[in-house]
């Protein structure tokens, strides 16, 4: 009876172990913003096994330089990145674009997910961009706050020598702004919030503004990409079901991001989630194509960067565009991209 039982036993074990052989092996890494759990929401919701993966998360970084650090260093397959993707490639890192973890396609302008946010007593007035001649605010430099503070010092008709840049990681500019080392700091949800709550008399200065466009990127070393299309387009829609669902359940989507993103309170990430959810779009479009140049245009005007690369080169949308027609449904709720800007064959963008 017993070994007619271990047999039993066996027999239905084999399939969920054939099953498990089958599942193809990725590692992703993702960085501390609430913009990046999409990623998380696919594991913890059996979205990458049902799509065939296998993935590991590694620890969420503090910016994407570091998640690029990463990537270079073997410890991802693939790592969701902005700003920090110009400089590396800059510096002969070659990276691919696939697709969106946060941005737009249907439109040029997206920045909800970032805020400029003082402290009272700095001179730093709310809406005034201008109070901002004389102060010291932080940034993360060569990521996407970096080149939202440089977009409102333009904005606000002054020169980036008349403000003082602070290089900060995010996790770290609550508690320069409570110990008044800086007047202020530009950074991505959720320590906008978090800074609101923690520092008394903090005020937000502006949030959004669709003064840049935001690049949120799923990147990765081109000869990782030739060698695994497939893989890719797994991930691409594993990531765009959890997306679709983070949309229709920011509530609990929140609670999954106080689980990966260290000391996250659920007030705070409820709140930060209402910003995401308006530019959790995966899909590409030539607005991506147009952010990217654009994110280049405005650092090398403005002597952040010596050189610019061309977009085309490092940007491979064939694998999202692929999964948006394979998989319609994955999109549904989503404004559909206009004709103008959709990815056709034979597609290259031109400035």
Sequence with gaps: MRKTLLALAMCLAAPFAAHAQELVKLKAGMVTGIDQIGLPIALERGFFEKHGLDVTIARPYPTGVDALNALQAGESDMVQVG???????????DLVALGNFSGSATKLGADAT???IAREGAGINKGDLKSLKGKKIAASFGTINHLYILALIEKAGLKVDEVTLVNTPPPDMTVALL???????????????????????????????????YLGFNVALRPWVDKNGPTVEKFLAAVSEADKWMRANPKQAAQVATRWIPGLKPDVAEAAMQFNIQQADRRLSAQNFRALWAAQDVLSRLGT?????????????????????EKPELFSDLPPIPDAVAIKDGFVFKP
């Design 83 to 93: 700003v920090p993707m110009i400089g590396a490639v800059l510096r002969g890192m």
């Design 305 to 325: 960067i010596k050189s610019t690369f061309d977009v085309n080169k490092h940007i491979d949308a064939k694998h999202i565009v692929k999964v948006m027609k």
């Design 114 to 116: 970032l805020a400029l």
């Design 179 to 213: 110990a008044k080392g800086i007047d202020g700091f530009v950074s991505w949800d959720p320590w906008p919030i978090v800074a609101l709550k923690d520092v008394p008399g903090a005020i937000e200065v502006i949030r959004g503004g669709d003064v840049i466009s």
